[in-house]
């Protein structure tokens, strides 16, 4: 297959994982007029979507792409497996992805800033076909051979995905001791095709909302802000200034309101015994932080990789941020939604 055929096919396909959830989900709602909602949708939905979404937090992102923790085999394979049912790419595309925007945040190479456009930073990147260079940014993932395997079978977990739902619709429905099938189509339609709309749309929304509205507590070198709301339904997500403050912290929440589900997931299974080298910021760095750009904390984003020039970049963005952010927080304090 050339290399045209393979980039119109993967367009096509990128298009459909955004177009194919969202007229589900305005199905879904036109058929609640006649036929409502049973109990177990409503269930499968919850018990998917959060599954999901802490596989992508705890999983994907604090876990894989910030080495903000260590854990056994088991945890592991268990959060990736459900951050690759979120259907947000394979292990290693995410997080390559996410690195690029940790290094390039809201300057041209950010692949999914809002400052080119509010759609762009939300879902246009992905329609735009990007494609994240892995070994440049996530080289040191390659070595892990329990990732490169989930990342490789990607498509076989995002079908189970989509099968759990579709199964447990039609057996729990049954009639007569028959396969209901019109029980499973609905399951699947609630806990498979709405719950991947909210999985995406919320996480896309940390990308957009969290670089344009909320507030921000430390001076970072790009327009990162935390969001109440987002904070709520991404699973502590939302704390999005406080994480590029800070991008290797198993916590995003620094204050106690600030409630952040995945740091309550991290911090049980550390008090069993499970999880070790949990990372954590010290109240004197958090000082430190609230009045400084400091760019070797916010580039301090996977252990082990150098991206060349990164620090110099950041260098000159830290210069001007150290003298706007102020500027730049209370205007942003100001448009919270």
Not at 214 to 226: K, P
Not at 250 to 278: C, R
């Amino acid at each position: 297959m050339s290399t045209k055929s393979a980039s119109i096919l993967t367009k096509v396909i990128l298009q459909l994982l955004v177009w194919v959830p969202l007229c589900a989900t305005v199905y879904a709602i036109y058929s609640l007029w006649g036929r409502g909602c049973t109990i177990l949708d409503l269930t499968l939905l919850l018990v998917g979507y959060t599954f999901c979404a802490l596989g992508i937090t705890v999983g994907y992102h604090r876990m894989l792409t910030h080495k903000g923790f260590e854990a056994p085999g088991w945890f592991r394979a268990f959060f990736l497996i459900c951050g690759s049912m979120a259907l947000q790419g394979p292990a290693l595309k995410w997080a390559a992805t996410h690195i690029q925007h940790h290094a390039n945040s809201d300057d041209d190479d950010d692949p999914h800033s809002p400052v080119k456009s509010f759609f762009h930073g939300h879902v246009g990147w992905i329609l735009d076909d990007f494609q994240p260079d892995i070994p440049r940014y996530a080289g040191p993932l390659l070595k892990d051979k329990l990732v490169v395997f989930i990342s490789n079978t990607f498509f076989l977990w995002v079908l189970l995905s989509l099968v759990i739902p579709f199964v447990i619709g039609g057996w729990v429905e049954n009639l007569g001791g028959h396969f209901n099938w019109s029980a499973a189509g609905y399951a699947l339609l609630w806990a498979g095709a709405v719950r991947i709309f909210l999985n995406h749309h919320v996480t896309w929304a940390v990308n957009s909302i969290c670089h344009t509205y909320g507030n921000r507590e430390f001076v970072t070198t790009d327009g990162s802000t935390n969001h109440f709301l987002i904070g709520l339904l991404a699973m502590g997500e939302g704390w999005h200034n406080n994480h590029h403050a800070f991008p290797r912290s198993a916590n995003h929440g620094m204050h106690w309101w600030q409630i952040d589900p995945s740091a309550y997931i991290i911090n049980t299974f550390e008090a069993l015994g499970f999880l070790k080298n949990v990372v954590r910021i010290s109240p004197e760095r958090l000082a430190i932080r609230r009045i400084k750009a400091d760019v070797a904390e916010e580039r301090d984003v996977l252990p082990g990789l150098v991206l060349p020039g990164m620090m110099e970049h950041g260098a000159a963005m830290a210069a001007a941020a150290s003298t706007v952010a102020e500027v730049v927080s209370n205007a942003a304090g100001h448009s919270q939604i």
